[in-house]
């Protein structure tokens, strides 16, 4: 540790969906002056509000050395920003390179995939019988070089396995429920999810609630409470325990339970038919140019079915049901449309 024995945390995504859920769990627990906090932000105005709460921010984006330096002055980074953008976790994994180098110490990097990682090509027409386990690193290491996120991972269990680094993958599945606490309440953070919330938004846009194919498809959930507190403790573990798996070993899925894609778009087609922003109470399949033009490809008519293992055998313990994902949709949809009325 540093001279002033704190934990040097680089956090990225701190005004995101995750990283907020994440930054205001650490915020909020009892050993929180354990930490010194730097975010990377791009908005000048929400840098301003987080150093109100004690965070150090630098006002910057990916492009360039920023985060090389960065994470070269960082005992841990916690990357939640994006799973895609190869630039940014070798840019990151340079630092902590750089940081061992100098200090013989080896840091911790906590990177933030998904289980888009397991799709199929599935178009909402069926499910299937194909589970990923965590702890199954055969299993892990089949998934093609081609699959979503991989390229990423990849990288990361690669500069792992050189030893200068110790990576621990966190894949959420879908997360669920709106958002809450201070880095909210401040306009920090963002309240919102990605996979549901796009699907509501899809189908407000075209006056129907809309899915992918028949809906046949199935993926896992996890409430964001839950999967920011899977992040605390992966992290608390890769702190206090240099065996905890890392590396080819550390792919820890984010899952409580599973939902089909149908069950999902019936209740906000419900609520939005309820609300007079569907035409009728029951979902229909969008088209492939509106697949294509909400969502880029028809993502939300894939399969993705994990287990988490790893983070169960650290302690997690997660309790939210395929009900209470269920139950996140009305207020979900009602905060949608609070929010497009500008209210
Ligand atoms: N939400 C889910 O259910 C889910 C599940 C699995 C995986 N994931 C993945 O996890 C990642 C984060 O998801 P999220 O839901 O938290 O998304 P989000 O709410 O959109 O947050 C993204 C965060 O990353 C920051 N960011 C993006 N590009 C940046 C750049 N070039 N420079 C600096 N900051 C940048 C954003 O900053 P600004 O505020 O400035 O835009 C924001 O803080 C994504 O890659 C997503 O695919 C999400």
Request: negative net charge; charged residues 20%; proline residues 3%.
């Amino acid at each position: 540790m540093s001279a002033d024995h704190k934990i040097h945390l680089l956090i990225t995504g701190a005004t995101g969906y995750i990283g907020g859920a994440v930054l205001q769990l650490l915020l909020d627990r009892p050993d929180a002056h354990r930490f010194s906090i730097t975010a990377l932000v791009r908005d000048e105005t929400k840098a301003k509000k987080l150093a109100g709460l004690g965070i150090e921010t630098v006002v910057g984006s990916f492009a360039g050395d920023t985060l090389v330096h960065l994470a070269a002055a960082s005992h841990v980074v916690l990357h939640t920003a994006n799973a895609d953008d190869l630039h940014a976790a070798n840019s990151i994994l340079k630092g902590l390179k750089q940081r061992h180098a100098q200090t013989g110490a080896v840091p911790i990097f906590v990177h933030t995939s998904g289980t888009g990682v397991l799709t199929d090509k599935a178009a909402g027409d069926h499910d299937t019988d194909v589970i990923y386990d965590d702890a199954n690193v055969d299993q892990i290491e089949s998934l093609p070089t081609t699959q979503a996120h991989r390229n990423v991972d990849l990288q990361v269990v690669a500069a792992d396995k050189e030893g200068y680094v110790r990576t621990f993958i966190v894949l959420p599945s879908t997360i669920y429920g709106l958002a809450t606490g201070t880095l909210v309440d401040l306009g920090i953070s963002n309240p919102h999810s990605q996979q549901i919330p796009g699907a509501i938004k899809a189908s407000i846009d075209r006056g129907q609630g809309g899915m992918v194919g028949e809906g046949k498809n199935v993926w896992p959930h996890v409430h964001i409470n839950e999967q920011a507190d899977m992040f605390r403790i992966v992290l608390e573990a890769a702190l206090t325990d240099v065996n905890t798996p890392h590396g080819r070993e550390g792919f820890y899925f984010g899952e409580n339970g599973e939902y089909r894609l149908y069950d999902v778009a019936k209740t906000y087609t419900q609520v939005l038919y309820d609300l007079g922003k569907s035409k009728t109470p029951e979902p229909t399949t969008f088209t492939e140019e509106e697949t294509l033009k909400y969502f880029g490809g028809s993502y939300l008519g894939t399969n993705s079915r994990a287990r988490g293992s790893r983070a169960r055998l650290l302690g997690w313990k997660p309790v939210k049901t395929t009900d209470d994902l269920l139950a996140s949709i009305r207020p979900e949809v009602e905060a949608i449309i609070a929010q497009q009325k500008g209210d």
